[in-house]
């Protein structure tokens, strides 16, 4: 009995280590884990830890201080740092489009004609009905704005192509297509009678000429290249550097100061007269010369030869102080031509006269 009790309480002792043991490796797990914990919460003590946040500002403090910086000195430099910005973000484009470009060049190859063919397809191609369109829509907006010179004064006129000074484009653009239509030029046959009696004077000194309503200036591209002329240039618009913008009826030109005044296909504007006042006013009286191109069909009735409306016009001139010396109404089917000088009478400030407009069909 007493062996048998030994043996129960060693077989106790034993099962008692045993589970001790257990109980320690189990105690020593949870230790590690604890330890592990606490390994990871110093860890994270130490990332808050002053040191590491003052590190941290810092860094935000430098990254602030440089933009700072950068602001003071785009301040301070204003439109030069604009400018080198501009510059590299330029020369960042051009790399990038030269690289385009070349890889381009090296997939489609060095065809020149290909390159040309491309870039042609780019380009918008007009059928040739918008072609037939867009000159119609021109057309009507010459005859739109022509209809106006005629039937408006010249300080209307004036007024509007200074505010829009596209309109006169416009119109200029269309009267050029009339003028390839036309058999001959006046301007050309004025320039050539200036040159003409130029060289029949024995003068050599330079004669001065007013070009009223001047357009784009033909007259004096011509005769300005040559020593003997000065031609002065008065129209709505400025079109050139030849061209001074004025209302026709008041040029700045000194009185009696010119020997040749030109009416080329100009006298437009219900204030007619106003016009021919101010060539009288302009020209030397004894030696002046007044010279007037216009369309056939604003003097003569379509229907027959009747030069009625001439005859009225010639008197008109008369009472505004000019004298026809030379009338030249058959050598074209187009235009009239008249060589008008002085004739010693004041004109009259009252007359008003308005010749018979040069109106386009609408086609």
């Known amino acids: 009995m007493k062996k048998k009790n030994d043996t129960n309480h060693q077989k106790k002792r034993?099962?008692?280590?045993?589970?001790?043991?257990?109980?320690?490796?189990?105690?020593?797990k949870l230790g590690g884990?604890?330890?592990?914990?606490?390994?990871?919460?110093?860890?994270?003590?130490?990332?808050?830890s002053p040191v590491v946040e003052a590190e941290?500002?810092?860094?935000?403090?430098?990254?602030?201080?440089?933009?700072?910086?950068?602001?003071?000195?785009?301040?301070?430099?204003?439109?030069?740092t604009e400018n080198d910005t501009t510059k590299e973000e330029d020369k960042e484009m051009k790399d990038t489009a030269s690289s385009t470009t070349t890889t381009e060049t090296l997939a489609i190859g060095s065809n020149d004609d290909t390159t040309k063919d491309r870039k042609d397809n780019n380009k918008p191609k007009q059928s040739?009905?918008?072609?037939?369109?867009?000159?119609?829509?021109?057309?009507?907006?010459?005859?739109?704005l022509n209809e106006d010179l005629y039937t408006t004064t010249s300080q209307?006129?004036?007024?509007?192509?200074?505010?829009?000074?596209?309109?006169?484009?416009?119109?200029?653009?269309?009267?050029?297509?009339?003028?390839?239509?036309?058999?001959?030029?006046p301007v050309n046959v004025i320039a050539e009678w200036l040159v003409s009696r130029?060289?029949?004077?024995?003068?050599?000194?330079?004669?001065?000429?007013?070009?009223?309503g001047c357009g784009d200036a033909a007259l004096a591209k011509k005769l300005n290249k040559k020593k003997q002329f000065e031609v002065h240039s008065f129209d709505l618009v400025a079109s050139c550097v030849w061209v001074t913008a004025c209302d026709m009826a008041h040029v700045p030109i000194p009185t009696g100061s010119v020997d040749v005044a030109i009416f080329c296909l100009s006298l437009m504007g219900t204030n007619l007269a106003d016009f021919v006042r101010e060539a009288h006013r302009v020209l030397k009286p004894a030696t002046g010369i007044l010279k007037i191109a216009e369309v056939r069909s604003r003097?003569?009735?379509?229907?027959?030869?009747?030069?009625?409306?001439?005859?009225?016009?010639?008197?008109?001139?008369?009472?505004?102080?000019?004298?026809?010396?030379?009338k030249d109404d058959e050598s074209n089917k187009m235009f009239i031509?008249?060589?008008?000088?002085?004739?010693?009478?004041?004109?009259?400030?009252?007359?008003?006269?308005?010749a018979k407009p040069c109106l386009y069909k609408r086609r």
């Open 299 to 326: 003097f003569f009735d379509s229907n027959s030869d009747n030069d009625k409306c001439l005859k009225q016009f010639l008197k008109t001139l008369s009472k505004l102080g000019f004298k026809c010396i030379q």
């Open 128 to 144: 040739a009905l918008q072609k037939s369109f867009l000159s119609r829509l021109s057309g009507s907006r010459f005859r739109e």
């Open 337 to 354: 031509m008249l060589e008008l000088v002085p004739n010693g009478k004041k004109p009259d400030p009252k007359l008003a006269y308005t």
């Open 198 to 212: 130029k060289k029949k004077s024995a003068d050599d000194t330079t004669t001065t000429v007013v070009d009223f």
């Open 156 to 185: 209307s006129a004036f007024e509007k192509f200074s505010k829009q000074p596209e309109f006169y484009d416009q119109y200029h653009e269309g009267f050029r297509r009339q003028v390839k239509e036309w058999p001959i030029n």
């Open 56 to 80: 941290r500002w810092s860094k935000s403090k430098k990254k602030r201080m440089r933009k700072m910086k950068f602001a003071e000195k785009k301040r301070e430099g204003g439109n030069n």
């Open 14 to 28: 034993s099962s008692s280590s045993t589970a001790s043991t257990t109980h320690s490796k189990a105690k020593h």
């Open 33 to 48: 884990g604890s330890k592990r914990r606490k390994q990871k919460g110093s860890e994270q003590e130490s990332s808050s």
